[in-house]
């Protein structure tokens, strides 16, 4: 199977080889690889791949440039015991990555690895949730593309973060029912700083500290909560925000 991280180091390795971040062409070659991996087999126009790769009005020799990081790319490839050439493959005007169908890339799992959490969250099975939870969070906590700067880059890191707030909510979720109190505060404590509106994490935070015996401090949550949503939103909490406070205070 063909494994390719985009995440992290990039990585893409097979049984014959393992090719690593420095491997790619530089920088415009590890972007290129991955507008390609997230093209999800579509063929890519050349212009299309040239905007990713040079934001504005790309240089005089972009055209040629484009050329030069296709042709090392298929050499990479080569090396991993591929066709290059049949695998980033040329149509007029445009690219196709043609991975093999069994290839596994960090991304997707951890897509995938999300909705199978929850859902087993939902069906009140929080054992099932623990390992692709924690899938999840590990390849979403990775940076994507450290150093480099465009839009479709910025719209997959919001789409990494937000899975990555969610599998830290499932994480808690697990914990809590696992008696990891501490791991518990702090995976939804993790998920407030990277979302500070979404009062689902505060609501975990507030649950977390009072099994922990922490009442006063999951009450502190509440009143931090209530205070910013207040502030910048001019509304009161949620009626389950709400409910979880008064379950805390009735324990007291």
């Known amino acids: 199977m063909l494994r390719v991280y985009l995440s992290g ?5 097979s049984e014959a080889h393992r090719i690593v971040a ?17 093209g999800k087999g579509m063929p890519l126009s050349r212009s299309e791949l040239t905007a990713a790769l040079w934001a504005g009005t790309p240089p005089p020799a972009a055209d040629s440039a484009l050329n030069s990081i296709v042709s090392k790319l298929r050499r990479l490839l080569d090396r991993l015991g591929l066709d290059g050439t049949a695998v980033l493959r ?5 690219y196709e990555l043609a991975l093999p169908a069994d290839t596994w890339i960090d991304h ?28 999840a969070r590990r390849i979403c906590e990775r940076p994507f593309l450290p150093g480099s700067e465009a839009e479709w880059i910025e719209n997959r890191r919001i789409k990494l973060r937000r899975v ?9 979720e697990v914990y809590l029912w696992n008696g990891e109190h501490p791991f518990a505060v702090e995976a939804a404590r993790e998920a407030t700083v ?59």
Do not use: W
Request: proline share 6%.
């Open 90 to 94: 040329s149509a007029p005007g445009s």
């Open 9 to 13: 180091q990039m990585a893409v390795e």
């Open 194 to 252: 990277l979302e500070p509106f979404r009062e689902s994490a505060y609501r975990l935070l507030m649950r977390a500290h009072a099994a922990a015996g922490n009442t006063a401090e999951a009450l502190r949550v509440y009143e931090r909560c209530r205070e910013l949503i207040a502030d910048e939103l001019g509304v009161p909490p949620s009626r389950e925000t709400k409910r979880v406070h008064a379950e805390i205070i009735a324990e007291l």
């Open 108 to 135: 997707e799992v951890a897509f995938d690895a999300i909705h199978r959490a929850e859902t087993e969250l939902r069906a009140e099975r929080p054992r099932e949730a623990y390992g692709p939870s924690a899938i």
């Open 164 to 172: 990555l707030v969610r599998a830290l909510e499932c994480r808690s």
């Open 22 to 38: 420095s491997d790619f062409p530089g920088r415009q070659g590890r972007e290129a690889f991955a507008r390609c991996v997230l």
